[in-house]
Structure formats: structure tokens, C-alpha cells
């Protein structure tokens, strides 16, 4: 019996078209900054599990196995700003990777392939943090302290941080 390799193979778009992508799925879907993101997973066909530590290791963080059908496994013991990031990093991989299920994948926490990763990163960034919402938010309506921001997003200090220093604007 023949093994089918079901690991995501990166796409090799730049940030920026990833970026513009996850522009244009904002639209699609109408998700508002800072929203829960239980009906984004329902309208693309996700759901989420629960997965105690002792499992981690064995158990895919996602897998697809068709359009409109993927499982996302999150941590037992993980916060819920730090779910979210998952949570839109592994709709990056379903939307990217696995061409909204055309193609079959499994994600595996000790992937090897970077750049995959990187990907799957970027949209997470991009969708949670939309470039414009920040620029907005930033230089027109003077929000420029990192709690507020990170609070308004609803995503950790940290994410935010790194979201802030890649649009250059700390």
C-alpha cells in the first residue's frame, strides 16, 4: 500500500500577495476586526477540538479532507487570544495549502517546511490585523498604544508587536 504524503507544500507567494489574498477573503467573508471567528469557521466548514498536552505530539493540528471540511486541534491549555492566531494560521493553511480542500493535507506541529509555516503566518497576520484597519487606526485615528490595539484586535501584545514593526509603524 502505497503512502500518500498529505503534508502542505508551500506556495512560494510573496508577503505581500499573501497579504492582498487575505484582503480580499476579509471581504469575502465580511470579518470585522477584533470579531469571533466561530461563524468564519462555520461558513468555510471548520471546527475546532480540544486536545490534552499528553496528545499533542501524536494528534495533527489540522487536517482537511475536502472542501468545506477541515478539523482544527487546539491545545487543552491555551488561552483564547492565542487560539485565535491558530485558529486563522490554520485557515491560512486550509485556504492556501489545501486550496479551500481541493487538495488533502495534514499539519503536523513539528512540520519541517518553514516556509509553509511562514505562509500560513502571514495570512494569519493579515486577516487578524488587516493592513488597512492598523493604518487607520494608527494614523488617522491615533491609536497608538499597543494594549488598546491589541485589545481591539483581539490578539496578543505580542502579535501585535510584530504586526506593528512589519508595517514599520514602531
Known amino acids: ?41 462555520e461558513e468555510l466548514g471548520g471546527k475546532t477540538f480540544t486536545i490534552p498536552p499528553d496528545d499533542l505530539d501524536q494528534t495533527p493540528s489540522m487536517v482537511v479532507d475536502g472542501e468545506n471540511s477541515f478539523i482544527i486541534n487546539l491545545p487543552l491549555y491555551s488561552n483564547y487570544l492565542r487560539n485565535r492566531f491558530t485558529i486563522a494560521h490554520e485557515i491560512g493553511h486550509y485556504l492556501l495549502h489545501s486550496k479551500q480542500g481541493q487538495i488533502p493535507i495534514e499539519v ?53 508587536q510584530i504586526r506593528l514593526t512589519a508595517l514599520g509603524l514602531v
Open 1 to 41: 500500500m502505497e503512502q500518500v504524503n498529505l503534508a502542505p507544500q508551500p506556495l512560494g507567494a510573496s508577503k505581500s500577495s499573501v497579504e492582498e489574498y487575505a484582503k480580499k477573503v476579509i471581504d469575502q467573508l465580511g470579518y470585522k476586526k477584533g470579531e469571533d471567528l466561530d461563524k468564519i469557521l
Open 108 to 160: 503536523r506541529r513539528s512540520g519541517d517546511n518553514e516556509r509553509v509555516e511562514w505562509e500560513a503566518n502571514w495570512f494569519a497576520a493579515a486577516f487578524l490585523m488587516s493592513k488597512n484597519e492598523i493604518e487607520k487606526d494608527w494614523n488617522e485615528n491615533g491609536i497608538r498604544d499597543i494594549y488598546t490595539l491589541a485589545s481591539i484586535y483581539q490578539v496578543s501584545i505580542e502579535a501585535m
